[in-house]
């Protein structure tokens, strides 16, 4: 466990890039740079799948790809059954050292491929599952999805009627079918999720990454805040980095020496614009709720 | 060796034999069996495969592809509704050119619920790009299972096994179990090519295609289903030589002198050729031709079979609302190529949805109403029905 002032040696980042340049992503997108990240933490030889998402479209179109591991891109709703199948034959062909990644945006996870998911966990099949959360259907263009926060604008969820329920709680889902690691990292702290990206290989069964990836063209705010607001997300208690093994041994990784109020994290983003002083003190409520649940567990741990 | 097996039987020791590595599946009658004897060769060391109980149809043949994209043999069976759930990834698997292996025991279509033979759920595969092998009996049914690997492996297309409900998949016949060492030879271990998630040669596959490449992957497909034709019937050949049992995409009983020739698919096959012998006994001028292909559809050998047969009847046990049945559409576009004198009316009915029984006295029945009538009364005719 280390503290958010904690120095950072960057020689614990690889230097070695597993994509190259020319991805077609949008300027400031979270979920490129965490790809990036990810693949420095988990090295070769590693595999990956996507379904539809953004990284369809990222690594370029037919016959252009920036990836330096080979990369299936599968049906919307199966991510997990399809590195279920691929881990299958791997380790039939006696190439078991393979890393199988699921990769797949928060639609493709919290809704239309939960099912498969929760299949997949529930076998403890052995690869690792990371849902790069950007909390809507950002690639079709801003829908609300099971991922989009209480209050917040999208496409289908206009200013007048701006989405009424909370953001499905994926991680307790996950940590409910006891799977060996789950854990919660963003590309703002990339020590931390580089660290986990390389424990996650290490362990065998089904592994859950819960990447929250900002999206300044849906969250409706300049690129060059991506980095800030994902920060921010960490220090407000809004998405606390922690991991958790065997569904119940929780450890939180980056402690922010100060809480901030969720205020500072919503106010840079145009999906929030709408929200009243009431609307943010419900959403810090909110907030405090669900992260007491989460101290009481990281107390027990201690 | 021989057995007596049942259908589902028959179709797990065809899975068996092909040294298949990953199997996929999800349980649903009348299938289930199948998958219930997979884990039982599975758990006694019959067969060293991955045995993935997935969740969902969906998810079996998801799996099936992530699988044969890691360069494994991969295999699932289903029926009816579990079927019509993997169509998405049915069309899936062939753009991804994953020669995956499904049997299909046909079942009729929910609502309401029926769990009885109907081929409405795989004829309505036809466009997805799956080869497809129907099946008259369960020696069909094991030895096709075998050469479906075959077929669909050296075209780099998925095939599908298709056997009726219950009068295939749970009756009981004497079958001959070929030889594991003889199968191997037959069947070597899949080889991938460099068509697989290879670590050390990182590829992208399946990414966005651009409107200028699209329709050239539409286009090989297209062109290796029309190489299957040939494909399929060479397989034939290799296994009639090394088993002994020779099957055919067409198949013509006692069609030579018929004024009337059926035409039919799956068990009824086998029901006709009964009825076909005692109306022959009684002077009838009668035959059948047996598809046992719906995909590709065997067009050159349907019209070399049928020119200038006055009648055909066909009998399609699945139907497609608003049109007829699909065997009897199918028949009939391919029959338009001949000159007016050798095109053969064309007399389509439509019997034993839900397995209802198409008993040797319903064919006669329909033979019967063929020879009577100058022309069919409708594009499709259905039998037995209590019209309320």
Request: proline share 5%; glycine share 8%; with cysteine.
């Amino acid at each position: 466990m280390y503290s958010l002032n904690q120095r950072f040696d960057n020689r614990d980042i690889p230097e070695d890039e597993l994509l190259t340049s020319g991805n077609v992503a949008c300027a400031g997108c979270g979920a490129s740079l965490s790809m990036r990240l990810a693949l420095k933490g988990l090295g070769k030889p590693t595999v990956l799948a996507v379904p539809a998402c953004c990284w369809t479209i990222i690594p370029g179109a037919w016959p252009m790809s920036i990836m330096g591991v080979p990369l299936f891109h599968c049906a919307f709703e199966t991510t997990a059954s399809t590195i279920s199948g691929i881990k299958a034959a791997y380790r039939k062909r006696g190439m078991d050292d393979i890393c199988v990644v699921g990769w797949a945006g928060d639609g493709g996870t919290f809704d239309i491929g939960i099912q498969a998911l929760s299949g997949t966990a529930e076998r403890n099949d052995d690869v690792l599952y990371v849902c790069y959360d950007n909390e809507a259907y950002m690639n079709t263009g801003i829908q609300r999805s099971g991922a989009t926060p209480i209050g917040s604008w999208t496409t289908t969820t206009p200013v007048k009627e701006p989405k009424s329920e909370q953001k499905k709680d994926i991680d307790a889902i996950m940590i409910a079918h006891k799977i060996p690691y789950l854990a919660t990292a963003t590309a703002a702290y990339p020590h931390d999720m580089i660290a986990k990206f390389k424990k996650a290989r290490s362990i065998k069964g089904t592994r859950f990454i819960h990447l929250l990836a900002a999206c300044p063209t849906g969250w409706r705010m300049p690129e060059n805040l991506s980095i800030k607001v994902m920060r921010l997300a960490v220090l407000s208690n809004i998405f606390p980095l922690y991991e958790v093994e065997n569904g119940e041994t929780y450890r939180q990784n980056v402690l922010p020496d100060e809480i901030i109020p969720v205020d500072e994290y919503m106010h840079l983003q145009g999906r929030f614009r709408h929200l009243t002083s009431e609307d943010i003190k419900d959403y810090q409520k909110m907030v405090n709720k669900r992260f007491e649940h989460l101290r009481e567990e990281f107390e027990k741990n201690r | 060796m021989r057995k007596v097996l049942t259908g589902n039987v028959a179709v797990a020791y065809g899975a068996m034999l092909s040294d298949v590595q990953v199997v996929a599946a999800y349980p649903i009658t009348p299938q289930t069996t199948i998958i219930e004897e997979l884990a039982t060769m599975e758990a006694e060391g019959l067969v060293d495969m991955d045995y993935i109980r997935v969740e969902s149809e969906h998810s079996a043949m998801a799996a099936c592809i992530g699988a044969s994209m890691g360069g494994a043999r991969a295999f699932t069976a289903t029926s009816g509704q579990g079927l019509f759930l993997m169509h998405e990834m049915l069309h899936y698997a062939t753009g991804a050119r994953t020669p995956v292996v499904l049997a299909n025991v046909n079942r009729a279509a929910a609502a309401p619920w029926s769990i009885w033979s109907d081929q409405t759920d795989s004829v309505s595969q036809r466009e997805t790009g799956w080869i497809q092998l129907y099946c008259e009996g369960n020696q069909e049914v094991l030895d096709t299972t075998i050469m479906a690997f075959k077929i669909a492996e050296s075209l780099r297309l998925p095939a599908m096994i298709v056997l009726d409900a219950f009068f295939l998949s749970h009756t009981s016949e004497p079958i001959d179990i070929p030889d594991k060492d003889a199968v191997r030879d037959f069947l070597p271990p899949f080889d991938p090519g460099d068509l697989w998630l290879d670590p050390n040669n990182p590829r992208t596959f399946g990414g966005i295609t651009m409107n200028d490449a699209y329709m050239e992957f539409r286009w090989q497909i297209q062109r290796d289903m029309e190489k299957a034709k040939a494909v399929i019937n060479e397989v034939h050949e290799e296994f009639a030589k090394v088993f002994g049992r020779k099957y055919h995409q067409v198949e013509a009983y006692q069609a030579e002198d018929a004024d009337v020739v059926m035409a039919v698919s799956g068990t009824v096959a086998s029901t006709s050729r009964d009825a076909i012998d005692l109306l022959r006994e009684k002077g009838q001028q009668v035959g059948m031709v047996k598809l046992k292909t719906l995909r590709p559809f065997p067009r050159e050998e349907i019209i070399e079979a049928l020119k200038g047969k006055k009648k055909v009847a066909i009998i399609d046990r699945n139907f497609s609302p608003g049109a007829t049945g699909i065997w009897a559409q199918e028949i009939r576009s391919a029959l338009y190529e001949l000159p007016e004198g050798d095109r053969p009316l064309i007399y389509g009915y439509i019997a034993g949805l839900g397995g209802r029984d198409i008993s040797v006295k319903v064919i006669e029945s329909i033979y019967q109403k063929t020879l009577k009538d100058d022309r069919p009364d409708d594009v499709d005719m259905w039998i037995g029905v209590n019209y309320v």
